[in-house]
Structure formats: structure tokens, C-alpha cells
């Protein structure tokens, strides 16, 4: 745009002002801030604010979420993950078929007419889960690696593996461009088994590296430990380059690197992502102490065995991984991460000539999929195969209402590209959508403090079926005290240097920001008494519930 303001820029600036006001408001009114992303998001796209289809914005909202899903895997773990998809089976196959259910019914209902293959299509797209939108309200929440989480995650991506493989054998007969074959369903069930076995050898073969002779006995490592050369050079050969310095941009290349791998295999490149950082493990990111000029530093398994095997570092090494982690939350949450949601509002477009006709079968689908998804989803966690509390099953079930990036993609597919949907099927679709994405947030919002109450029951009933283990308790207070520490580093860094991490994880964030005050204008006369955070956030969530609740999200894990 010659001699003005590129619009693109001027989109932008608006989305991160809408940004910063929409965490505001969402502080003001304690619900999550997706909600006014996608409120705001739509105003814009309606009244010229911001122009839709915008291909610069929807490739910063592709990256966005992108950033989002990579972010949400690389603070989660294999273990964690695999125990959740040995749960979620249920959730993905009945979680589905009573959407499918819902959907087919109610446009059978209200569009006879539309025939047999549009009813089909639109029965398809409500089965597609938009995970995208559960986690970033659960991570809002404070819950993005509860139980919950990762059976909303595992659930959804074993519902959209099914949604595409559908996808992909139903829209060519509905348009009447193919018969469905043994060959074309084999097929996409062969890619999604090659995607499979990709991230399986990045995560056993080409990321880790042996460091330790425990390293040996492993199972995950039976075949790396016989493949010279390899087993001795993986991510962490990289990660440690330059001291760690370019471990953000590996993380970032790695991500999308395995998510544009993929869209080859005909997934989204948020699954790529999400297992990208999944597999990318803590323990990649440790660096040994730079060597002095008079110094060789070397990765000797024999100088640092005794220590490695406690699974500590060795004297006078760091670790980035945190580092890293924060500042890829920091551009997922806070200022990349959200465009993707105010993009989806702004291409959200109501007719007001349309409205009139399709307001009550947008609210039957609406209430059919509010009851069917929630029921099915609860009652599988629960039961099929179970192994989830009541209280994880009913946030599942919320969890799993939202429709957004597969499920405009199969409108996108059938309406615009192959007019299967007629516009008024079309919108109906799409508004039952929104008010689902809107409902999301504010279920979850309000139903925490009733599932943190539950957990807390559990807890301290010492029931099994709450999962939580002495193990997990420790993960707990290291959870809370890395979180601490976080804060703390990107707060209090360059105001207070001096402050270690004994310090910061004692006297806590207030305490922190009045000793920093003191050594700014004195020095201090002796040091505050460190203890323990996580030990304290413990003891304070048994005597007040409300100091406990953020704390209490961290048990779910």
C-alpha cells in the first residue's frame, strides 16, 4: 500500500490491542479470554474492522496455532501421553458416533430435501473435535496437563485421525467423483500408521543420544544402543550448541518441520507439532559449563556417570529447557497464540437475511450436540474403558464441545469447494459452531471450581481412582516451584539480579518485589528465610480453598 499503512499492519495492531483488553476483561469477569477473541474477532469480520479471508492473517493465524500446539506438547511427556490414549479410546470412538448421531437427526429434521449426502457430510463435520480451543481454555485455567487435558487431547486426535480417514472416503461420493474402496480406506489408514512410526523413531532413534550406562538397559533404547555413531549424537548434540543460545529456534524448527511433514501425510500441522514437542524430552537440553581458556570441557560419560545416574546434573551444568519453555508459552499465550482465535471470529460471517431462517435449527444443533457430546464423552471417560474420576470425565465432556479447525475445514470442503451444503445448512452449522465455541470457556470457567473441589476429595480420601501417587505428588511441588521460578526469572531478572533461586522460590513473588525494592535503594540486612514454595502452596490449599485452587490444578497432572 503505497504511501500508507499496510493493512496487514494495521490488523495486527488491532488484534494485539484487542488482545491485551480481552486478558483484561477476562481477569475483570473470570472467564477465559478465548471467549472474547472469538466475540471480538467476529464484530471485526462483520463491520469492515478487519477484512476477511485476509491471506496474510490467516497465515499468521496458521502459525499461530501452530506455536500453540507446539507449545502445549513440549511441556507434556511420552509417558503421560500413552497412558492417556489407553484411556481415551473410548472417549474418540463414542465421543463420535453420538455426534454423528446428533447431527445426521436433526438435519434430517429440519432439511429432508437436502438429500441423503448432504445429511451424511453434515452429520460427518460435527464429529470433529476443535482440541485447539479446550486447551487453550484449560490452559487459561490453569489445566492444561491434568488428567483431563491429556484425555482431551489423546481423545481428540484419535476423533480427527477417524474424522479425516471419513473425510476423505465421503466427500468424493457425495459429490459422485468416486465409490468408496478397500484400497482408499487402506490407504489412509497406511498414512496415519506411517505418521505413527515416524514420531516413534524420532522419539527412540534419531533424538536421544546414550549418556549413561543405565541408558543401556532401557527398553526404549534396544536399538539405538546397537546403531553406532547415531546413539551417540541426537538433539542434544544441537540443543547444547553456542551454549544453548539457538535451543528456541531448534525447538521451533524441529516443530514445524514435523508438523509440514504431517500435511503430507494429510494431517493438520498442529499434530505434527504437538508430537514434535512432545518427544522432545527435559533431558535434551542440558549443557555442560562453558571451558575456560586454560580448560577442555568434554561430555565424559565417565566423569559425569556417578552424577547423571540420579538423574542430576553434574556440577557446573545448566539446563534450557525452562528457558526455552517459557519463552515458547509466552509467544503461544500471550501475543502470537491468540490471533488464530480472533481470525476464526473474524471469518465467521452473519448474514442478516440468512439469520431469520436458520435460528432454530442452529439451536437445535446446538442443544442436541450440547447433551450428546457431554453425555457420550463423560460416560465413555468414565466407563469405556475408564480409569477417569467423575470429576475428569465431566470436564472431559465439556472439553470436547468445541467445533472449530477440522470442522470448517469439512464445511469449507463440502460447501464452498463441492456445494454439498446449501447456504442455509451451511450457516446453521456454523452458528450451532460458535455458540459450542462459546460455551467452551465458559463451562470450563465455571465448572473448575467444582472439579478442584472434587480433586481435592480424592486427595485427601487417599482414593485410588484419583491418580494421584506420591510420585505425582513430588511432581506436583517440582511443577509449582518451576513455575515459581519462572515468574520470578521473567519479572525480577533485571531489577534484581542477585536474587538466586533459593531466594525466589522462598520468599515468593510479593516478598520478591519488596526485598527487590529494598536493594535498590539499600542493602539488605539479612536474607529472608528461603523454605519451600511447594511445601507452603501445600500447606496453604489444606486451610483456604481459594489460595488453593491455582495450586490444586497442578494435582491433575
Not at 275 to 287: K, N, Q, S, T
Not at 406 to 422: G, P, S, Y
Amino acid at each position: 500500500m503505497a504511501g500508507g499503512v499496510p493493512t496487514e499492519l494495521t490488523t495486527l495492531l488491532i488484534y494485539w490491542v484487542t488482545i491485551w483488553f480481552s486478558n483484561f476483561l477476562a481477569q475483570k469477569s473470570r472467564l477465559s479470554p478465548l471467549l472474547f477473541y472469538l466475540i471480538f474477532g467476529c464484530i471485526y469480520g462483520n463491520t469492515g474492522v478487519a477484512e476477511q479471508k485476509n491471506h496474510t492473517m490467516t497465515f499468521m493465524a496458521e502459525m499461530a496455532i501452530t506455536m500453540v500446539f507446539l507449545s502445549l506438547g513440549f511441556e507434556e511427556n511420552v509417558s503421560h501421553f500413552i497412558g492417556g490414549i489407553k484411556k481415551s479410546w473410548g472417549i474418540a470412538l463414542i465421543g463420535a458416533i453420538v455426534p454423528f448421531i446428533c447431527g445426521f437427526s436433526v438435519t434430517y429434521a429440519f432439511y429432508p430435501e437436502a438429500g441423503m449426502n448432504a445429511i451424511m457430510m453434515a452429520g460427518l463435520a460435527v464429529t470433529a473435535t476443535a482440541v485447539s480451543l479446550t486447551m487453550i481454555s484449560l490452559k487459561s485455567e490453569g489445566l492444561a496437563v491434568s488428567n483431563a487435558a491429556i484425555g482431551i487431547m489423546t481423545s481428540a486426535v484419535l476423533d480427527d485421525v477417524m474424522c479425516l480417514a471419513l473425510v476423505a472416503v465421503m466427500v468424493p461420493i457425495a459429490t459422485g467423483k468416486a465409490d468408496p474402496t478397500i484400497e482408499g480406506i487402506s490407504w489412509i489408514l497406511a498414512k496415519s500408521l506411517m505418521f505413527v512410526l515416524v514420531i516413534a523413531t524420532l522419539n527412540t532413534i534419531v533424538f536421544p543420544i546414550i549418556r549413561k550406562s543405565s541408558d543401556y538397559q532401557k527398553p526404549k533404547f534396544c536399538i539405538l544402543r546397537r546403531i553406532p555413531l547415531i546413539r551417540s549424537f541426537g538433539v542434544h548434540t544441537l540443543t547444547r550448541f553456542n551454549h544453548g543460545e539457538q535451543a528456541l529456534l531448534l525447538v521451533l524448527i524441529i516443530g514445524l518441520g514435523v508438523g509440514l511433514g504431517g500435511t503430507l501425510l494429510g494431517f493438520h500441522p498442529t499434530i505434527g507439532a504437538y508430537m514434535a514437542g512432545l518427544v522432545l524430552e527435559e533431558r535434551y537440553f542440558d549443557i555442560e559449563p562453558e571451558a575456560k581458556p586454560d580448560q577442555v570441557v568434554k561430555l565424559d560419560r565417565q566423569q559425569t556417570d556417578e552424577s547423571m545416574e540420579s538423574d542430576k546434573l553434574p556440577e557446573g551444568w545448566t539446563n534450557s529447557y525452562d528457558h526455552v519453555k517459557d519463552l515458547l508459552e509466552n509467544a503461544a499465550f500471550s501475543w502470537l497464540g491468540p490471533i488464530f482465535f480472533l481470525n476464526l471470529g473474524c471469518n465467521i460471517k452473519v448474514q442478516p437475511e440468512v439469520l431469520p431462517k436458520v435460528i432454530g435449527p442452529a439451536f437445535a444443533f446446538y442443544l442436541a450436540l450440547l447433551i450428546g457430546q457431554i453425555l457420550s464423552a463423560a460416560l465413555s471417560a468414565r466407563f469405556v474403558p475408564g480409569g477417569f474420576t467423575w470429576a475428569e470425565s465431566w470436564m472431559i465432556g465439556f472439553g470436547m464441545l468445541g467445533r472449530a479447525e477440522l470442522f470448517f475445514v469439512v464445511l469449507d470442503t463440502c460447501h464452498i469447494q463441492n456445494h454439498v451444503l446449501d447456504d442455509e445448512l451451511f450457516f446453521a452449522l456454523t452458528f450451532a459452531a460458535m455458540m459450542l465455541n462459546v460455551t467452551v470457556p465458559i463451562a470450563i470457567s465455571l465448572y473448575k471450581p467444582y472439579y478442584l473441589k472434587a480433586q481435592e476429595a480424592d486427595i485427601a480420601a487417599g482414593n485410588a481412582a484419583s491418580n494421584v501417587s506420591a510420585e505425582q505428588m513430588e511432581r506436583l511441588k517440582a511443577k509449582v516451584l518451576k513455575e515459581e521460578l519462572a515468574k520470578a526469572r521473567r519479572i525480577y531478572k533485571s531489577s534484581s539480579p542477585d536474587f538466586t533461586d533459593e531466594e525466589l522460590a522462598g520468599i515468593g513473588s510479593k516478598q520478591c518485589s519488596r526485598e527487590s525494592s529494598k536493594r535498590s535503594n539499600s542493602s539488605l540486612r539479612g536474607k529472608p528465610n528461603p523454605g519451600t514454595l511447594a511445601d507452603n502452596a501445600l500447606q496453604e490449599t489444606a486451610s483456604s480453598e481459594q489460595t488453593g485452587a491455582p495450586l490444586q490444578a497442578w494435582i491433575l497432572s
